[in-house]
């Protein structure tokens, strides 16, 4: 996203949330995810807000509607999303906790042959998030990324093709538990 200033970059993002919001499993994650939101929409500057967006406009990562009561509904373009889309890329990592669950997330996927291309891309991304390789197409990590695993899912349009497991045990646990240095 060169050639954005940080408040246009944060606005492109938080408007990809809102569109992703749709897509939200429970009505306590979606309002979590709410008033996260909201928080980071009160940290841009109002001084800065409206050049912003006009910037955006203008540069065709947004649009603009005007609705009945006047007020305006600001959206992202197909580019606006993709961009935004590319940073999430640019950032995508899974915050560890200082304190470990002790469960299992793993990650199954069959992904033809005839999309290669998309297997190799996706078991990519989850050695870059630090997932181990159990096997072939099974991979585990012992911290929640349920949403990193739907965020690439949803990009990748793979879901089909790839599911989540949360498992209290696995069988070589001792082994695991020095790869990722757990006690």
């Not at 980071?40 to 050049?51: A, G, M, N």
């Not at 912003?52 to 600001?74: E, F, N, P, R």
């Not at 646990?173 to 020095?178: I, R, S, Y």
Request: glycine share 6%; net charge positive.
């Amino acid at each position: 996203m060169r050639g954005l200033g940080p408040n246009q970059k944060k606005i492109l993002i938080l408007l990809l949330g809102g569109a992703l919001l749709s897509v939200v499993y429970s009505p306590k994650q979606y309002f979590r995810v709410v008033r996260a939101m909201r928080k980071e929409w009160k940290k841009i500057p109002k001084s800065t807000l409206e050049s912003s967006v006009q910037k955006l406009y203008k540069s065709h990562l947004v649009k603009a509607k005007q609705q009945k009561d006047g007020t305006w509904k600001i959206m992202l373009t197909k580019h606006g999303q993709k961009l935004a889309s590319l940073h999430d890329f640019e950032t995508l990592q899974i915050k560890k906790l200082k304190k470990w669950d002790q469960k299992w997330r793993v990650v199954i996927f069959d992904i033809p042959e005839k999309k290669k291309v998309l297997r190799d891309v996706f078991r990519g991304w989850l050695k870059r998030l630090g997932f181990y390789k159990l096997q072939g197409s099974v991979f585990v990590y012992p911290y929640d990324c349920r949403n990193e695993f739907d965020f690439l899912v949803e990009y990748y349009q793979a879901g089909e093709y790839a599911h989540f497991i949360v498992a209290e045990e696995i069988d070589n646990e001792a082994d695991l538990k020095k790869i990722f240095s757990l006690k």
